[in-house]
């Protein structure tokens, strides 16, 4: 993967991001959210840490700068200074709840709930010192895992149980919250037998079936790349 290409996955990552911020402020003025939920869903998928996360059939990996961590990183940083800087402005205070799902063949939590609801430099300092710590563990652990293949089902699964943990934390603001999901990949999902390359779902298929989960929650959805 050549460094052009890694500065486009992580435009798209921005873009993304710039769209969960907007939706939350545009849809603060329609319902009165007190919090915003979000989980990332990071593909460990053997061909994300290639030969050296143990995947004997790639020749390369296609993440080997590990934007799936420092991606997570950038956005949970931004939402916290986000949050911090918008309180002032607030009738009341909104929090922020975040989570990590890891998947491949298997899926697994790897970070969450984990609560932001910082109104001072010093308590934003305190609760990012926390996270940051959790997600340098996170990133050691995950980057040479290889999971093998692309299960984005089980993630998802994950991701619902996050959200409902989330929706029953007593510390957090009780009311309507804000959800959304950032699914970090790095190609189509791929279960048991994938050869032929016909038995891969096309990308077609992927946003069909996130359209008809999107119709299911209720949520704002949108498909980028």
């Not at 989980?39 to 061909?47: E, N, T, W």
């Not at 995947?55 to 949970?76: K, Q």
Request: hydrophobic fraction near 40%; proline fraction near 5%; charge should be negative.
């Amino acid at each position: 993967m050549n460094h052009g290409f890694l500065r486009y996955v992580l435009g798209l990552i921005l873009i993304s991001l710039f769209l969960v911020i907007s939706q939350s402020s545009v849809a603060q003025e329609e319902t009165e959210y007190v919090g915003l939920d979000v989980v990332f869903l990071i593909d460990q998928s053997g061909s994300m840490g290639g030969p050296e996360a143990g995947c004997t059939i790639c020749t390369y990996a296609n993440d080997p700068l590990g934007l799936r961590f420092a991606a997570p990183e950038f956005a949970i940083k931004l939402l916290g200074d986000d949050l911090l800087q918008g309180q002032i402005a607030r009738q009341q205070p909104v929090d922020v709840q975040v989570g990590i799902v890891s998947f491949g063949s298997t899926a697994q939590i790897s970070l969450g709930p984990a609560l932001i609801q910082a109104t001072t430099e010093e308590e934003w300092t305190a609760e990012w010192n926390t996270l940051e710590s959790d997600l340098n563990a996170i990133r050691e652990e995950l980057s040479t895992d290889n999971l093998r293949r692309t299960d984005p089902q089980l993630a998802f699964q994950n991701a619902q149980s996050l959200f409902d943990e989330m929706a029953s934390n007593p510390a957090a603001n009780q009311g309507p919250r804000l959800k959304a999901i950032i699914v970090l990949t790095d190609g189509s999902p791929c279960t048991g037998d994938c050869e032929p390359p016909g038995n891969f779902w096309s990308s077609e298929q992927v946003q069909d079936y996130l359209a008809e989960l999107r119709d299911e929650v209720r949520g704002q959805w949108w498909f980028i790349g």
